[in-house]
Structures are given as C-alpha cells and as structure tokens.
T-cell receptor, first 111, second 112 residues
C-alpha cells in the first residue's frame, strides 16, 4: 500500500514553461486535493476534487488547472510558470471531510 | 486568508516538558483537526475533535475546543526530541465545500 505518491519530487522550470504534477492514491478515496506551501506558512488549497470527473477551485487557483480523469489520479498543471509559483506542492486524499492523507511533496522552483 | 492562526509561531522546550500550542479560527466549524509535519515531509493527521466535543485525548496528546471563543489548543505531554516538527490546525466549514483550511503552524523544537 503506497498511500499517496507524487511525481516528480523536484523540478526546476524557466518562466513561461509548462509542467504537470501527478498525484496518485491507492486507497480508493473519493476526495483529492492540491495545496501549496510557502516558507513559514501553512497550506493553501489550490484545487480539489470530490470524485472522478469533478474539480473545484480552492483559495489560490489562478495559474493552475487540474483534471481527475481517473479516481486514483489527480493532475495539477501549470500552463505558463511564473516565479510566484515557486513553492512546495502537496497532494492529499480523503474518504471524507475528516482525515487527509498527504503525499511527500513536490519542490518546484521557477526561475 | 487563513482560517486558523496558530500561536505561538515557534516554541522551544526541553525534553520532558509539556508543549502547548493554540489555534484560533474565524467561522463556525463542524470539526477541527491537528496535523504534524516533519521537516521536508507531508502532513500526518494527529487528532480530530468535533464541534460538540470540548476535550479529546490520544496518547500524549490532549486537544481542547472552545467554540464560543473559536479556539483550540493542542497539548503534548512529556515531550520527546522526536516530537520536533511543525503542527497545524485545520478546520472544515459549514459551507459544504468539503475542504479543509489550514493555519500557519507552530514550529516546535524539543531539545534533548
């Protein structure tokens, strides 16, 4: 049981480049979430999904897109990366509004 | 904006001492959770307290909730060096959004 996995673990982009972060969970959870964490701050919700084929905006959705084509996967896309998107990105999943299970994070630097 | 704000932002204690951290939030909630984050790692769920509960225990953890003051506290008793981590409170809200809002966290350093 791998839990929640994230790919890649690290990435460096140049301004304007695009990339996709992949989150996968093997716990058959309905809910999945993407957060970003900046130094000295808590997590801020980017987008989330309450089931396969659904997505919804969180607190800071601008500049990001998501897709949940399969129940076990939640993709986060950056179409045109900006330095302000330098952050650590965490994916989480849950079978309710209760305990969330987190992945190990992706550290993204945009130059 | 953050729903929850933790206090203090940083806390340094000696092994064996108790650590108390506080969380304040702004809107009515269904439940409040506490999470722990070791440096460079993802968050791990510690404990959940429902809005109709006032106190909950789990091992060396004690959580209180005062909905009238919109605040919660996490007490770690007999702390160990391995408790060194950041601790976050997280709240749902009653909008039906099905997502949590995290506070800014308390960084706990336990000196051996």
């Amino acid at each position: 049981n791998a839990g929640v996995t994230q790919t890649p673990k690290f990435r460096v982009l140049k301004t304007g480049q695009s990339m996709t972060l992949l989150c996968a969970q093997d716990m058959n959870h309905e809910y999945m979430y993407w957060y970003r964490q900046d130094p000295g701050m808590g997590l801020r919700l980017i987008h989330y999904s309450v089931g396969e084929g659904t997505t919804a905006k969180g607190e800071v959705p601008d500049g990001y897109n998501v897709s949940r084509l399969k129940k076990q996967n939640f993709l986060l896309g950056l179409e045109s990366a900006a330095p302000s998107q330098t952050s650590v990105y965490f994916c989480a999943s849950s079978d309710s509004m209760y305990e969330q299970f987190f992945g190990p994070g992706t550290r993204l630097t945009v130059l | 904006s953050q729903q929850g704000e933790e206090d203090p932002q940083a806390l340094s204690i000696q092994e064996g001492e108790n650590a108390t951290m506080n969380c304040s939030y702004k809107t009515s909630i269904n439940n409040l959770q506490w999470y722990r984050q070791n440096s460079g790692r993802g968050l791990v769920h510690l404990i959940l307290i429902r809005s109709n509960e006032r106190e909950k225990h789990s091992g060396r953890l004690r959580v209180t909730l005062d909905t009238s003051k919109k605040s919660s506290s996490l007490l770690i008793t007999a702390s160990r060096a391995a408790d060194t981590a950041s601790y976050f409170c997280a709240t749902d809200d009653k909008t039906g959004r099905r997502a949590l809002t995290f506070g800014s966290g308390t960084r706990l350093q336990v000196q051996p």
